[in-house]
């Protein structure tokens, strides 16, 4: 990925400067992901689609949602972490101490609308950041993706039997460190 320094870089260079002179040190490179977290509430009811990835015909169990107190779960933990309100694509953004940035997507966290799911951002794997993702997961019960693969899934608490159906390779992540191991691992 190009950053930003780089191209001030290449700018300066190529205007006869030098650059070593006119910029800072290169900071620590950071992992920067783009997750999906997915509710773990499964209904009885099946719908039937084909696998975009194999056009096999299969069943899948509807998504319930958020129950009423996993919303407000979420809404308290972001509440507790000083999350920004949500801009107008309904992101909440969560600065914490140690410099990293989570943005949790999640516009139909509050209404009447089923909330499926939450597109996550977080520019920096640390360990206060991973410590909120894994509360974040418990706190909706969500398993915690790839937005990339939808084959990378794992989840951060025991998991009921219609959510190993859909996704029977997932590990069981028992903490944050763990979290941050298999993020590092599977998402980077």
């Not at 969500?142 to 590990?171: C, E, H, I, L, Y």
Request: hydrophobic share 40%; charged share 20%; with cysteine.
């Amino acid at each position: 990925m190009i950053r930003l320094a780089h191209i001030l870089v290449i700018l300066a260079i190529a205007s006869g400067c030098d650059a070593r002179a006119t910029l800072p040190a290169a900071k620590e490179t950071t992992m920067s992901l783009s997750l999906h977290f997915h509710t773990c509430n499964l209904s009885d009811d099946t719908r039937e689609a084909t696998n975009p990835f194999t056009n096999e015909k299969t069943f899948f169990h509807v998504d319930d949602g958020l129950s009423e107190s996993e919303r407000k779960a979420v809404v308290d933990l972001l509440r507790t972490a000083s999350a920004s309100e949500p801009d107008p694509d309904g992101y909440y953004y969560v600065d914490l101490p140690d410099g990293a940035r989570v943005g949790v997507g999640a516009s139909t966290l509050s209404g009447s609308d089923k909330c499926v799911a939450f597109a996550v951002e977080c520019n920096n794997l640390t360990d206060a950041a991973a410590d909120f993702l894994f509360r974040l997961s418990r706190a909706g019960n969500m398993s915690v993706g790839s937005s990339v693969n939808p084959d990378v899934v794992a989840f951060t608490a025991q998991p009921n039997d219609k959510v190993v159906v859909r996704w029977p390779k997932a590990p069981l992540l028992p903490d944050s460190a763990s979290l941050a191991a298999w993020l590092t691992a599977n998402c980077n």
